[in-house]
Every structure is written in structure tokens, then in C-alpha cells.
């Protein structure tokens, strides 16, 4: 994987470059941020980078790989060669000095599971989707309802395999996804994690910190990894596919930066969240019952995911609405039909109104999320709505 593929973050992108070009890499990071900000991609990119023969050379002893840089000695590549028998090898995820652990299940009662025995399903899964999340990970594994585990003999196999000398020469890089799964038996790993070998990485990628042990969490150096920004999204989408400029901007949107979900919906047909959202309003402002009956039952067909997607492209042209109002620019990119959706909601509702809906709006995708009964929960919104729009009016008009 290249730093390239990896959706923004290009300050911490050139944070690690520039601790490997200083020489100051610490032995033990921990890569922390919310599902979809790329924490995994990050590691698999930067793993490459360390064993990619343009960037390091494997004839130096290992302590003496990346020497503090004079300022005149030539900078770094800033990415991977991808061309190099390591790069090759890191980017079929077989290189040997690159270990992977990640939580596994038993697959028949009494099995003791290592990473290693699902190495072939990861290999896949990454090639298909290294933004995935533990649950896809799982379903891919065919875990059902199983929960995954990082076991003691996991930790034991670790200990095991970073004893050995490194096969290339260079870095022995131990990468552990979702180390919030090691539970008490990361202590396993405390004596190496806090007298490493020189030519040992640990690079741990969560998406929970709180659960990491305290006494593993106190030995790494902590990167937080922040949510791509929408426009990092959308150019991101824009060259993954045959996607329009304007659908990638629109599922950037209501991505709510999270990558994984916007590589989702593009899966997903597109949906006229526009008309859908054009009917609902003039049926509680002007058609009354019978319309707003009809477009329930018509909401209520679609999923739960659909209809999240649906009321977050709502609040998206709120926000739009709302930075109109204060006279900020409309966002860069923002289609005329949008921005003259905006001005509109801008004369049927005031901004207290506004908020009001935007409250609204986030409780109902916080109930879908828990099964609400939809059905219900959009009659509800109506009536609501229609009462916040209708003080509006009232308002608008003594
Ligand atoms: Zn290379």
C-alpha cells in the first residue's frame, strides 16, 4: 500500500517520514482514530515505506538504518518505490518481516486461532477493503455471531517470532489491529514492548483506546489519526471509480468523514434524497395528511441505513442553509440545485427552526441506529416538523 492511497492525513503522512528521516522512530506507536479514518492503511503504507529498498538499505545494521540526517544529506522519497522485491512482497502482505496479528475466532470448540491460520481471508479482505471494520472483517471470516479474540497463544507466537532475526536485514514490524482485543493477556507483550530490539516496530492500530491496557497504552507513542476531510473524501472517490464529480461530492457528504462508509454507499444505487426530501417538506407545508401518510409508508420501505443516509443529506443542507444565512461562502462545489435548496429551507424556516430540526434529526438517526421502529419515529418527525415549521410561519407572518 502506498501513503498515496491512503485518504488525507498528509500532516501525519509526513509526521512519520520525518521521524524516519530524523532517525528519531519510536519502537512502539499506537495509531489511534474512528472506524474509516484510515488507521490501518496508514500502518500497511508506512510499513512498506520502512522496508522499501529506496527508502532504507538493507546492508546497514538495523540501529544504524535510519542515522539522524545532516541537512545536507539527501531527503527521503516521500513515498514507496513500489517497484522493489519488498515493496512487492509488503504489498501482497507477505514480506516476512512484516507480521500481522488481528482478532480471530475458533472455528471449531477447543481450537487455539492465531492470525496466521486466517492469513489467507486477511490477505483478500485487505486487497478488497483495508478500510473495512471488525464487523466486516468478521463476516468476511464467516465468524457469525462469534466475537473475535486475540488469545494468549497469539501473544506467545508474537514473543516467538520477534525473538527471530529479521529474514531481510532490515525492520521486524509487528502490526496488531484492534489491540483492545488482547485484554489481559497483552502484559504478554509488555517486556517486548518495552525492550525491544533495535530492529523491532510495533505498530498497533485501535479504535478504542480506552480499552487498551494501561500498562500496554503507557509504553507506545500515541498518533491520534483525525477524520479525512470531506474534500480529501471526495477527490478519494472520485478516483476510485466511475463515479461523477457531483455523486462523489454528494456521498462525501453524507459520509460523515468516515471513509468506510462512503466506499458503502457507492456500492449502494444512488438514491434521490432530493425528490424524497422536496415530498416530505411540501407535504407538511402544503399537501397536508394524506401526502404525509403516503410518504411515511414510502420512507419506511427502505433500511434503516438508507433512511440514517437520508435524514444526514437533511442535516448536510441545513448546515449549507445555515452558513448561507450568516453569510459564510457556500462550500466549494456546492451544486446551484443544492444551494438554491438551501435558500429555500432559508425562507420556510428561521434559524431557531433550523436547529430545531437539526435536533431532531440527530435524535432520530441516534434511535435508528438502536432499532427504533422507523415507521413510527418518521410519523413522529412529521408531526414535529410540522409544528416547528408552522410557529415559523406564524412568526414570519405578525
Ligand atoms: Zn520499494
Not at 38 to 65: E, M, N, S, W
Not at 199 to 207: N, Y
Not at 247 to 253: D, G, T, V, W
Request: aromatic content about 8%; some cysteine; hydrophobic content about 40%.
Amino acid at each position: 500500500m502506498f501513503f498515496k492511497q491512503v485518504v488525507g492525513l498528509e500532516e501525519i503522512k509526513s509526521k512519520l517520514r520525518s521521524m524516519v528521516q530524523k532517525g528519531r522512530l519510536s519502537h512502539a506507536m499506537l495509531l489511534t482514530g474512528a472506524e474509516g479514518n484510515g488507521g490501518l492503511p496508514l500502518a500497511l503504507a508506512f510499513a512498506q515505506y520502512l522496508v522499501c529498498d529506496k527508502v532504507t538499505h538493507k546492508t546497514i545494521a538495523p540501529d544504524l538504518l535510519f542515522p539522524a540526517a545532516s541537512a545536507d544529506e539527501e531527503k527521503l522519497p516521500i513515498e514507496s518505490c513500489g517497484v522493489c522485491a519488498s515493496c512487492v512482497k509488503a504489498a501482497q502482505l507477505i514480506h516476512p518481516d512484516i507480521h500481522y496479528v488481528y482478532p480471530v475466532f475458533a472455528r471449531k470448540s477447543g481450537d487455539k486461532p492465531l492470525s496466521a491460520d486466517f492469513i489467507v481471508e486477511w490477505r483478500e479482505f485487505i486487497s478488497q477493503s483495508p478500510y473495512g471494520n471488525l464487523y466486516d472483517w468478521l463476516q468476511y471470516i464467516q465468524a457469525e455471531n462469534k466475537q473475535g479474540n486475540i488469545s494468549a497463544y497469539e501473544c506467545n507466537e508474537i514473543n516467538r517470532k520477534l525473538s527471530l532475526k529479521s529474514f531481510e536485514g532490515g525492520y521486524k514490524i509487528q502490526i496488531i489491529w484492534m489491540p483492545e482485543f488482547l485484554g489481559n493477556e497483552g502484559n504478554k507483550l509488555l517486556k517486548l514492548i518495552e525492550e525491544p530490539s533495535p530492529d523491532t516496530l510495533f505498530l498497533l492500530i485501535t479504535e478504542n483506546e480506552s480499552k487498551i491496557l494501561p500498562t500496554i497504552l503507557s509504553r507506545l507513542q500515541i498518533i491520534k489519526i483525525p477524520r479525512p476531510d470531506l474534500h480529501d473524501i471526495e477527490q478519494a472517490l472520485k478516483l476510485h471509480g466511475q463515479f461523477s464529480a457531483d455523486q462523489a461530492r454528494k456521498i462525501a457528504a453524507v459520509s460523515q468523514q468516515n471513509y468506510r462508509d462512503a466506499l458503502r454507499l457507492l456500492q449502494e444505487t444512488p438514491e434521490d434524497w432530493p425528490g424524497l426530501l422536496r415530498d416530505w417538506l411540501n407535504g407538511i407545508l402544503k399537501s397536508g395528511p394524506v401526502a404525509q401518510v403516503k410518504w411515511i409508508e414510502d420512507i419506511s420501505k427502505l433500511g434503516r441505513e438508507r433512511q440514517k443516509q437520508f435524514l444526514q443529506y437533511f442535516s448536510h443542507l441545513l448546515e449549507q442553509a445555515i452558513r448561507l444565512r450568516m453569510g459564510a461562502e457556500p462550500l466549494a462545489g456546492l451544486p446551484d440545485s443544492e444551494q438554491d435548496f438551501a435558500l429555500r429551507l432559508n425562507r420556510v424556516a428561521d434559524l431557531s427552526s433550523q436547529q430545531a430540526i437539526v435536533d431532531e434529526i440527530n435524535k432520530a438517526i441516534y434511535y435508528i441506529e438502536r432499532n427504533a421502529h422507523t415507521k413510527m419515529l418518521f410519523h413522529a418527525l412529521t408531526i414535529r416538523f410540522y409544528h416547528i415549521l408552522h410557529n415559523h410561519e406564524v412568526a414570519v407572518v405578525t
